[in-house]
C-alpha cells in the first residue's frame, strides 16, 4: 500500500485570486480525508502566494490523518514549524519568481540550515523528508543531515517529451529509490503527478508515498473532490499491481 498525500495549496490559490473566504483549503482537506487520503500537504511559501499562516493553523487543528509541511529551511520557517508542529516537514528550495517548485533541493550546499532544522525535528518529534533530485549524492547527504525520508522529484519525468526519454528517467528515479532504501530513508515521490503518469511510478517496489496536488485538484474543478481523490488513488492501485 502506498500512503496518497493530498497538496491542498491551489484551493488557496483559486480563493486567493479573489481574496474571498472560499474555497476554504480545511474543507477541502476534509473532504480528500473523507475520500481516502492518507494525509495532507501543504506549503508556506515567504510570500504566502497560496497557504497562509492562519490556514496552517487551521489546518493542525482540522486534519485527523497527518499534516505534511513543505517549507524552506529558513529561520522564519523552522520557528514556525517548531510553533505549530506538524507531523512531517519536507523541506523544499524555494525562489520567489518561480510559479512552483522547479527542482528538487541541494542538501550538499545547504548543510548548516537543513541540519539546523533536523535539530528543531529531533527536539519537537517531528519526521523530516527532503524533496531531492534522484541523485545519489544527494541521497547520502539526506541521510547523514538526518533526514528520515526523501521525496524522489518526478517532475523531469511527468514532463518528459518522448517515450524514451520519460523511460530514462523512470530509470533514475527507480535506481534512487533503492539506493535510498538502501540507505535506511524512506522514499516518497511527487511533482507533476497525474492519473496517466502516476501507474508507473506507483509500480516502483521501493515508493511507500506520493504527494500529488494540482493535478487533483484540476480534476476536482471538473468532477468533484471526492471523484479526483479516488480516481487517482485507483491509478494509483494499477501500478501497485504491477509490482
Known sequence: MIRLHINIDHVATLRNARDTLYPDPVLAAHLCEVAGADGITCHLREDRRHIR??????????????????MAATDEMIGI?????PDVITLVPERREERTT????????????IQKTARMCDRAGIKLSLFIAPDLKQIDASRDVGADQIELHTGDYANGQTPQE??????????GAVHGTEAGLEV???HGLTRHNVIEVAAIP???ELNIG?????DAMLVGLDRAVRDMRAAMD????RR
Open 102 to 113: 522547479e527542482g528538487g533541493l541541494d542538501v550538499i550546499s545547504g548543510r548548516a540550515q
Open 53 to 70: 499562516d492562519d490556514d496552517l493553523s487551521r489546518l493542525r487543528a482540522a486534519v485527523t490523518t497527518l499534516l505534511n509541511l513543505e
Open 188 to 190: 516518497a515521490a511527487g
Open 206 to 208: 521501493e515508493v511507500c
Open 238 to 241: 494499477r501500478g501497485i499491481r
Open 166 to 175: 520519460r523511460s530514462r528517467l523512470l530509470e533514475a528515479l527507480v535506481t
Open 81 to 85: 514549524a517548531e510553533a505549530v508542529k
Open 214 to 218: 494540482h493535478a487533483v485538484i484540476a
